[in-house]
């Protein structure tokens, strides 16, 4: 990135999100499933600050899988918490992308995750990203590529 | 139907659902968005009784949408319940299906409800049942379309 | 109410609802449960902005369970859809409230509903509003209440 | 356990679960956020077939959280699977259990999952199963516990 020609790519990005009461389980604590769901709105969201659009990506035949999930929980959300998630990017390449998550209630930790996602076309297989939306995202830009 | 040609159809069709933890809000009840998923189980399996996946409507590109949904609720469903779901074809034309539904705990009533669906090709626009399968689910059978 | 010493209340309120992946079904359509969660988010930012949190209720001892909910499905919501719903307080008496909802994308209608929610107390029996909380919410200055 | 006074316990059980429509996102897979939802299906069916229902822990005040979940995904599941899940306890101590879990179509393993559970009073503080459930569970039947 020394001459300055890679665009700026955002590799972390925060996000508020307020518990649905749905959302909630019979302890009032938010159910352990819905977490991976904010993970989704999460990296989502850093996708679009960076200028894509994940339905595009879609319209493109191309699909992020997930093939690794891990969640460690500290303390529980409640109903009606405004949370917020931060989300980033740990490593791109070509084929996997590794996300992690923390979310918090003001200061305090509530949650942190891990994701990794595959991308694979209409098929099912895995597949490459083109490179015109790999450099938007900056992967060869930032880490060198050791998959 | 007095000569006997006619298939024999299910009109009606009872399934058990166990209540899951993830269905149950902060007051301990199912939370009321789930009955509409408990009735598309029932009516899947209203369907299988009569010989027909609904995969297999969508692999020929036919698809069932709601277009409209009623819900009353009696008393609340909790967690661990082990519920009765009764699930009746209402009214069956070539292009809609009208159900309705009942939800027990023991022999208390805890849910009524209703719905329309339409059948639509791959393009969402309505379409119409092909012979062979508006036969095997009886709609001309059993009583005068006038649709 | 012509002297002003009535607060104002809203009696209809709009939020935006982005569609999660999360809530979509294999034609790509939001799943018809979703619709529910989404008027519960809409009747609850419409109690927050009369100054009312859910919460603060709940920790009164004081729920709102539906007892009848309505919906009809005019056109699919997608994937990403930024969608405006709009709702509306029908009428409020001190033991029920009956909202509507119309959920749109740009200037699309593409689904109505509208629910009966029933107060109930912690043993889940009927109960009325405090006044304080009733008029707040302006249920008699509004309407002649008939129940 | 030579003398054989010690109850005998499942270690293991399998349930099957059907894949409902509900589950399934625009690609034709079940959602990922949905097999923690199985995962917790398969340790309640686990627990219950040694005789404790999950409902009954609850009355008594007490309450398993989720402290940590993983999960790797192998192989897309999709609708109307008719899936097989084995859940395995791991280790069990007064205080928190583990669980693995492994879900198949047919002979394919479609996702490997853990859990580790941490047991919890009203006040959501740990606390220690009782010695009545304890032994039921056979947790220091089985293993020397090193907490």
Same mark, same amino acid.
């Given at each position: 990135?020394?001459?300055?020609?890679?665009?700026?790519?955002?590799? %972390?990005? !925060?996000?508020?999100?307020?518990?649905?009461?749905?959302?909630? !389980?019979?302890?009032? $604590?938010?159910?352990?499933?819905?977490?991976?769901?904010?993970?989704?709105?999460?990296? /989502? =969201?850093?996708?679009?600050?960076?200028?894509?659009? $994940?339905?595009?990506?879609?319209?493109?035949?191309?699909?992020?899988?997930?093939?690794?999930?891990?969640?460690?929980?500290?303390?529980?959300?409640?109903?009606?918490?405004?949370?917020?998630?931060? /989300?980033? /990017? =740990?490593?791109? /390449?070509?084929?996997?992308?590794?996300?992690?998550?923390?979310?918090?209630?003001? %200061?305090?930790?509530?949650?942190?995750?891990?994701?990794?996602?595959?991308?694979?076309?209409?098929?099912?297989?895995?597949?490459?990203?083109?490179? !015109?939306?790999?450099?938007?995202?900056?992967? %060869?830009?930032?880490?060198?590529?050791?998959?």
């Amino acid at each position: 990135m020394e001459d300055g020609r890679v665009p700026q790519v955002l590799e %972390s990005h !925060d996000i508020e999100i307020r518990v649905r009461y749905s959302e909630v !389980d019979a302890m009032g $604590y938010v159910h352990h499933s819905c977490y991976p769901v904010y993970f989704e709105l999460g990296r /989502t =969201e850093l996708l679009r600050q960076n200028g894509i659009r $994940y339905r595009d990506l879609e319209a493109r035949e191309l699909y992020y899988v997930v093939a690794r999930l891990e969640c460690r929980f500290r303390a529980p959300a409640r109903y009606d918490d405004a949370l917020k998630l931060t /989300t980033r /990017t =740990e490593r791109l /390449t070509p084929v996997r992308v590794d996300h992690d998550y923390r979310l918090f209630r003001e %200061s305090q930790l509530l949650c942190e995750g891990r994701t990794t996602l595959v991308l694979v076309g209409r098929d099912g297989r895995p597949t490459e990203l083109p490179d !015109d939306l790999f450099e938007i995202l900056g992967g %060869s830009a930032r880490r060198p590529v050791v998959e």
